[in-house]
């Protein structure tokens, strides 16, 4: 009786961004009653940035957050004691053209403007690496990359303004399921160019270290059993929505983001898929330096592949 009261006790606090998927999953292990199932208590706050996610992070305030691979070097090499335990998320997505666009290899990217979320973002990076490879040149010098906001990537292309864009995961499968808008290439083609595979995590479940390691267990088992969930019920997608987790204006493209989120979820947490990560990290360093990445190495001692829930 004592032990079974012992651990009911446990609890988590987990930091969830506004508009983030980790919301999806904690609203799921609600849904389903998992963390009750499991003998643990999901305390989720909810924060207006993933600057803020980190801030809850270093103080305390919140074990556990979904970032970067880069973030939690980041974070360790300026003292933070935290770890990635578990990938959340495969890099997925890609570049996007208008369907009757002239542009049909990366190599057409010479001398066309790119929208992008942001110079450091990911895919830019890899793509910069895949076409100096690839086709001689590197985007950065050779495109137009202007910074434009992934909600609003269509609208650019729509007016003209830029000619090929990396939205966000969801608003790629958005664009593309309406018809406008057709994949140039895969964020997994774009790996598989640089040797490398096409499953690489991008975004990680990172905890602070001196988060109870049962409790982290049985998070990471809750979370695990939630996308399990999610990828069968159909009734889950409505009700999330419902709940305001995402603003979907057209419902009809609901079953492309349902499918592109389940292509992101990783199958495994190996140090094979540590070693991927390092090998990408040296390819974006190599292709636009370390000023660019924000960092000169990945330090590998900030993940930890120890859970296998």
Same mark, same amino acid.
């Given at each position: 009786?004592?032990?079974?009261?012992? /651990?009911?006790?446990?609890?988590?606090?987990? !930091?969830?961004?506004? !508009?983030?998927?980790?919301? &999806?999953?904690? #609203?799921?292990?609600?849904?389903?009653?998992?963390?009750?199932?499991?003998?643990?208590?999901?305390?989720?706050?909810?924060?207006?940035?993933?600057?803020?996610?980190?801030?809850?992070?270093?103080?305390?305030?919140? %074990?556990?957050?979904?970032?970067?691979?880069?973030?939690?070097?980041?974070?360790?090499?300026?003292?933070?004691?935290? =770890?990635?335990?578990?990938?959340?998320?495969?890099?997925?997505?890609?570049?996007?053209?208008?369907?009757?666009?002239?542009?049909?290899?990366?190599?057409?990217?010479?001398?066309?403007?790119?929208?992008?979320?942001?110079?450091?973002?990911?895919?830019?990076?890899?793509?910069?690496?895949?076409?100096?490879?690839?086709?001689?040149?590197?985007?950065?010098?050779?495109?137009?990359?202007?910074?434009?906001? =992934?909600?609003?990537?269509?609208?650019?292309?729509?007016?003209?303004?830029?000619?090929?864009?990396?939205?966000?995961?969801?608003?790629?499968? +958005?664009?593309?399921?309406?018809?406008?808008?057709? /994949? *140039?290439? =895969? =964020?997994?083609?774009?790996?598989?160019?640089? !040797? *490398?595979?096409?499953?690489?995590?991008?975004?990680?479940?990172?905890?602070?270290?001196?988060?109870?390691?049962?409790?982290?267990?049985?998070?990471?088992?809750?979370?695990?059993?939630?996308?399990?969930?999610?990828?069968?019920?159909?009734? #889950? &997608?409505?009700?999330?929505?419902?709940?305001?987790?995402?603003?979907?204006?057209?419902?009809?493209?609901?079953?492309?983001? +349902?499918? %592109? &989120?389940?292509?992101?979820?990783?199958?495994? &947490?190996?140090?094979?898929?540590?070693?991927?990560?390092?090998?990408?990290?040296?390819?974006?360093?190599?292709?636009?330096?370390?000023?660019?990445?924000?960092?000169?190495?990945?330090?590998?001692?900030?993940?930890?592949?120890?859970? /296998?829930?």
């Amino acid at each position: 009786m004592l032990a079974g009261g012992a /651990q009911a006790q446990r609890s988590i606090n987990v !930091g969830l961004q506004a !508009g983030g998927t980790m919301s &999806w999953v904690t #609203f799921a292990i609600e849904r389903y009653g998992l963390d009750q199932q499991l003998g643990f208590k999901l305390n989720a706050t909810t924060y207006a940035s993933k600057d803020a996610t980190r801030v809850a992070l270093r103080s305390g305030a919140s %074990q556990i957050v979904v970032d970067d691979f880069l973030e939690v070097t980041l974070l360790r090499q300026k003292g933070f004691p935290v =770890s990635a335990v578990y990938p959340f998320s495969l890099l997925t997505g890609g570049v996007v053209v208008p369907q009757d666009s002239p542009i049909r290899t990366v190599a057409d990217l010479r001398g066309k403007t790119l929208g992008a979320t942001s110079l450091t973002d990911k895919t830019l990076l890899i793509l910069r690496a895949y076409a100096k490879a690839t086709a001689g040149f590197d985007v950065q010098e050779a495109s137009k990359v202007v910074s434009v906001s =992934s909600p609003l990537m269509e609208q650019f292309m729509n007016r003209g303004e830029i000619e090929a864009g990396i939205p966000f995961w969801h608003h790629n499968a +958005r664009m593309v399921s309406g018809g406008k808008f057709r /994949q *140039l290439i =895969s =964020s997994g083609d774009l790996l598989r160019g640089l !040797g *490398l595979p096409k499953n690489v995590p991008l975004l990680y479940i990172v905890a602070r270290t001196d988060t109870d390691p049962a409790t982290l267990g049985l998070f990471l088992k809750a979370v695990l059993l939630a996308e399990e969930k999610m990828k069968s019920d159909a009734a #889950f &997608w409505p009700a999330m929505l419902d709940a305001n987790l995402y603003a979907l204006p057209d419902r009809a493209q609901l079953p492309a983001l +349902r499918s %592109q &989120w389940a292509a992101g979820l990783p199958a495994h &947490w190996t140090a094979a898929d540590l070693n991927a990560t390092l090998l990408l990290t040296r390819k974006m360093i190599a292709v636009a330096g370390p000023d660019v990445v924000g960092l000169t190495r990945l330090d590998t001692r900030a993940f930890n592949t120890s859970y /296998q829930p």
